[in-house]
């Protein structure tokens, strides 16, 4: 008679938020186990946060998804160029991702990628062998869990035990206190907010007539950077999305600068007439923009310090509850698509309950030094994205291969 212990099984797996990195964990899990998203809200069909750069390390775990450029409504992404407030080309660097990456370096909208893993997550089965059903509970905000034996208090009052616990719940997490029962894990304003808004590439070229150098894609879709003499930490970051047909700001800003300092919540509203007032210096072609945005958003660029493990009994930490970090790598979604990625380890049919702990030590030992690395990386701003270390931490972040890639070469 076989031992209940080590009998395969298929786990009962409870995935707390459904922001990217929750859908993702969920589209590789749903393959070998039984997986419930419990999310504290509703499920937004409006994704906050404008547009992302999926790079390869990104992309390649998209394709493994099964999701598609088209998918996304992504645009390739062909170099950077840094300019000054004056106009002038202070660097640039034209990539040729696919040949040296494997893959493109995308720009697609934060709702474009989200749908894209939500359709995947939910689709029906159909009949496909091992493929089950993903359950989505709304509006079920987590009180407590036990990372030990993977029971869930709800705030509603009811419960649920598990057998694998997946902390997509955010920079707040409730599962981080739990994993690291205890220790203090507090996050940290960067004493930067970030501005974010999109214009339709109609409305722009409507509005300039022809497209200034930061805004032309000649030589193809670039992410551009406009930087100030004064090196004050102010910036613009510009690159297109939704198929070329939107184009996409984010506008950093010292929060000395601001009237009223924004929260981390992507949807917080900011002030166009201080935005302008903060970028007077910038070029007319900027603050027509600005002018133009009919939605402004404010978001406060949080991280926190790395903390010392992802895991704790059959818990895991991925995406913004176990890393959060700034924005100036990109690296935040990538991250997440990394973490859910990591979780293919467990597609297979002899996970006892010994084996979960152990499998979540050998996913900890390589996603926390390297996502813990680039939340370093991610504090360095956006002007130095072209100089010799930059150029190195860009490699760090799209060379990764994946998790048996990883465990392969022991990092």
């Not at 062909?78 to 893959?103: C, D, I, P, Q, W």
């Not at 910038?282 to 603050?287: G, V």
């Not at 690296?331 to 152990?358: C, H």
Request: glycine share 8%.
């Amino acid at each position: 008679m076989a031992d209940p212990a080590t009998a395969p099984r298929r786990l009962k797996v409870a995935i707390i938020g459904a922001g990217i990195a929750g859908l993702a964990a969920a589209v590789v899990l749903r393959k070998s186990h039984d997986v419930t998203i419990y999310e504290k809200g509703f499920m937004q069909r409006k994704e906050q946060g404008a547009a992302i750069g999926v790079a390869p390390n990104g992309a390649k775990i998209l394709h493994r998804l099964g999701i598609t450029k088209d998918d996304v409504r992504g645009v390739a992404n062909t170099g950077v160029r840094v300019f000054s407030t004056e106009g002038h080309l202070l660097n640039a660097a034209n990539m040729a991702y696919e040949k040296v990456f494997g893959t493109e370096y995308l720009f697609a909208h934060r709702q474009d990628v989200w749908e894209a893993l939500y359709r995947a997550a939910t689709k029906k089965a159909f009949g496909e062998e091992r493929l089950r059903d993903v359950e989505v509970l709304e509006r079920r905000g987590v009180k407590a869990i036990d990372p030990l034996t993977g029971s869930i208090q709800f705030i509603d009052g009811t419960s649920a035990n598990t057998d694998l616990i997946i902390g997509a719940d955010g920079i707040r997490s409730v599962t981080r206190e739990a994993v690291l029962d205890g220790k203090t894990s507090v996050p940290v304003s960067s004493g930067l907010s970030l501005y974010r808004f999109t214009l339709p590439m109609d409305t722009v070229k409507s509005l300039l007539g022809d497209l200034p150098p930061p805004l032309s894609q000649v030589e193809g879709a670039k992410l551009s950077v406009v930087v100030p003499k004064d090196r004050s930490n102010r910036s613009i970051v510009v690159y297109p999305c939704q198929n070329n047909g939107v184009l996409n700001f984010g506008i950093t800003v010292p929060n000395t600068l601001l009237n009223s300092v924004g929260t981390e919540s992507w949807s917080a509203d900011g002030d166009i007439a201080e935005m302008k007032e903060i970028f007077k210096d910038f070029p007319l072609w900027a603050l027509t923009l600005m002018s133009s945005t009919e939605s402004l958003q404010l978001f406060s660029c949080y991280d926190m310090d790395p903390i010392p493990t992802y895991t704790r009994g059959r818990t895991l930490l991925i995406g913004d509850a176990a890393h959060p970090m700034r924005p100036f790598q990109g690296q935040g979604a990538n991250m997440a698509l990394e973490d859910a990625e990591a979780l293919t380890l467990f597609d297979r049919d002899d996970i006892s309950d010994e084996k979960i702990e152990e499998l979540l030590r050998v996913i900890d030992g390589v996603r926390n030094p390297r996502a813990s690395q680039v939340q370093l990386h991610s504090r360095i701003p956006a002007r130095n994205v072209l100089d010799d270390d930059g150029r190195k931490r860009m490699m760090f972040n799209w060379t990764y291969g994946g998790i048996q890639h990883a465990i392969g070469r022991k990092i």
